[in-house]
C-alpha cells in the first residue's frame, strides 16, 4: 500500500466546508470532532471507514496536539522525544486503517536499554530472541553491573506480578510497592526507576502501581514484539495526523486548523445541537470532544449535566518534559540510539543519527515536575549541557541548541489519576470524549490517545439516527 502523500498544511486552511444561505455551517453527516490531536485524528479516521462524514476542527495552526512537529530554521523536530511500544495495538491498527507501513514510519527495535552513571557505571537491559517471557526474564537475569541478589530480587517481583495478575486494588505509590515487594535500592534505582520515569512520567514516589504494572504486563505477556521499542524515523505529524487527515478527506469528511470551538449547543431534550464557533455555527447530532482536559472542562462546565465532570477533569494533573535538541559535529554519535542516565536531572538521551540517518542532532529529555521547571532558558540548557559533559566529557560544545518546554505535556500517573478519568461518554446525548486523560487503563502516551479515539468512534457508530 502506498505510504503517506505530502500535503501542505495550507490544504487545510484553504478549503472550507459547505455554507448555509444563512451564514451557518453545514455538517450532512452531522458529526463533529472537536481537537486534530492523535486522539480526534483516530476517532475521525474511524468514523470514515465506515462510511461516515466527520468534521474535524482543531483551534491549533497545526495537527497533532500535545505530540506535534515544529521548526527550527532549516532543522524540523518534533515537541518531545516519543518512545512506542510494539504492544501499542491501537498505534499499530491505525496505521493499516489508513494503508501505512509500520517500517514508513517507525524503526522496530528489540527492548535495548543502557543506564549510564556519571560515575562510570552502566546498567544494560537487553532481550533476546526468546518466547515471551522468557525473552525479558533472560534481560533481567543477564543485566550488567547489577549484583545476583538485585537480578533474583527483580525476578521475584515479576513473578508475584503475574501471579496477581499485574494489578494491585486498592492502588498504591510504587515506591512503597517496591519496598513492599523486598525489591532493594540497587534494583530500584538502576531498573524500576528508569523504567516508571519512561513508562509513566511521574517520581516512583507518587506513581500508580497499577498503571506501571499494567505496562509490564504488555512487556511479558503475549507475544515477544509487544516489548519492541518503536521510534519514530520520521517528524510524528507525518506518523499518523497529516495521513489520518488526508484519509478522512479522502472519505469525504473534513479537517480545519484554527477553527475554536467556543461553545456546545444542547437542546430542550437535552441533547447536542451543533456547535458555535466565532461567528457561525455548526449543526451536529453527535460531538466528540478530543482536546487536552482543561479545554474540554472549559466546554463541559457551560452546562449543568456535565458540570461534576467539568471540575473532575480539573482536578487532573499534568507533567512538564523539557526536550534539548544538540546539533553536533557528524562524527558525535552514542553507543546506541537510546541511553538512560541513572543519577543525573537528564533522564534520557537519543540519538538521531542512528534513528534516521542525522547525524550529530541528539535529544536529551527531562520528564515530571522538580527544582529545573523554574529555570530560565539559559539556565536550564546549562543544566542539560552540565549533565552531557559529566556523561561524556570528550565530546565537543554542541553547534547550536533548541529548546522546547511542554508544561502540560503528559498526565500525572499517580494513585489520584484512575479515580479522575473519565469514560468516553457523557450526561448529554450525542457529546462524547476522547483523550489519554480518558479511563484507558493505560498512562498517558499515544496508544491511550489512539485507543480511546478508535472506542468513542465505535461507541458513535452505534447510536441510532436522531
Not at 444542547?266 to 455548526?282: E, F, I, N, P, Y
Not at 549541557?385 to 547550536?400: G, K
Not at 505535556?409 to 468516553?424: C, H, I, M
Request: charged share 20%.
Amino acid at each position: 500500500m502506498p505510504g503517506p502523500t505530502q500535503r501542505s498544511r495550507a490544504a487545510f486552511l484553504s478549503r472550507p466546508p459547505n455554507h448555509t444561505a444563512g451564514g451557518a455551517r453545514t455538517n450532512p453527516d452531522g458529526i463533529v470532532v472537536i481537537g486534530g490531536g492523535w486522539a480526534g485524528l483516530a476517532a475521525a479516521a474511524e468514523l470514515a471507514r465506515h462510511g461516515r462524514k466527520p468534521v474535524v476542527l482543531e483551534a491549533g495552526r497545526s495537527l497533532g496536539g500535545r505530540a506535534r512537529t515544529l521548526r527550527f530554521g532549516p532543522l524540523v523536530v518534533d515537541n518531545g522525544q516519543h518512545l512506542l511500544l510494539g504492544a501499542y495495538r491501537s498505534v499499530l491498527s491505525m496505521l493499516q486503517t489508513l494503508g501505512i507501513p509500520e517500517r514508513e514510519v517507525f524503526r522496530r527495535t528489540a527492548l535495548e536499554l543502557t543506564m549510564k552513571s556519571t560515575l562510570g557505571a552502566e546498567v544494560r537491559l537487553q532481550t533476546r530472541r526468546l518466547p515471551a517471557p522468557l525473552h525479558l526474564l533472560w534481560a533481567l537475569a543477564s543485566t550488567g553491573d547489577l549484583s545476583m541478589s538485585a537480578r533474583l530480587a527483580a525476578l521475584r517481583l515479576l513473578r508475584r506480578a503475574r501471579r496477581a495478575r499485574f494489578d494491585v486494588r486498592p492502588d498504591i505509590a510504587l515506591s512503597y510497592y517496591l519496598r513492599r515487594c523486598g525489591q532493594p535500592a540497587e534494583t530500584t534505582r538502576a531498573l524500576w526507576q528508569p523504567l516508571c520515569r519512561a513508562a509513566l512520567g511521574t517520581p516512583i514516589e507518587r506513581a500508580s502501581t497499577r498503571l506501571f504494572l499494567h505496562v509490564l504486563r504488555d512487556l511479558l505477556v503475549g507475544r515477544r514484539a509487544q516489548s519492541d521499542l518503536l521510534l519514530p524515523i520520521r517528524p510524528l505529524v507525518d506518523c499518523l495526523p497529516r495521513p489520518a487527515a488526508e484519509f478522512i478527506e479522502a472519505h469525504g469528511g473534513s479537517v480545519r486548523v484554527g477553527t475554536r470551538v467556543h461553545t456546545i449547543d444542547v437542546g430542550d431534550d437535552g441533547a447536542v445541537t451543533g456547535v458555535q464557533l466565532r461567528d457561525q455555527t455548526l449543526s451536529a447530532r453527535q460531538v466528540l470532544i478530543a482536546t487536552a482536559p482543561e479545554a474540554a472542562a472549559m466546554l463541559l462546565r457551560d452546562h449543568n449535566a456535565t458540570a461534576d465532570l467539568a471540575s473532575r477533569l480539573e482536578r487532573i494533573e499534568l507533567h512538564p518534559v523539557y526536550t534539548l535538541y544538540l546539533e553536533y559535529p557528524s562524527t558525535v554519535e552514542l553507543p546506541q540510539v537510546l541511553v538512560g542516565v541513572l543519577d543525573g536531572t537528564v533522564q534520557w538521551l537519543v540519538d538521531h543519527g542512528r534513528l534516521n540517518g542525522r547525524r550529530g542532532l541528539l535529544a536529551a529529555v527531562i520528564g515530571g515536575p522538580g527544582a529545573h521547571t523554574l529555570l530560565s532558558n539559559d539556565a536550564l540548557t546549562s543544566l542539560f549541557l552540565a549533565d552531557i559533559a559529566r556523561l561524556y566529557p570528550d565530546w565537543p560544545a554542541p553547534l547550536s541548541t533548541h529548546l522546547i518546554r511542554e508544561k502540560r505535556a503528559t498526565l500525572a500517573a499517580t494513585t489520584e489519576l484512575e479515580a479522575l478519568r473519565p469514560r468516553s461518554i457523557t450526561p448529554i446525548k450525542g457529546l462524547w470524549l476522547a483523550g489519554d486523560y480518558t479511563s484507558a487503563g493505560y498512562p498517558s502516551s499515544l496508544e491511550a490517545a489512539v485507543r480511546s479515539g478508535i472506542v468513542a468512534a465505535r461507541r458513535i457508530l452505534r447510536e441510532p439516527p436522531r
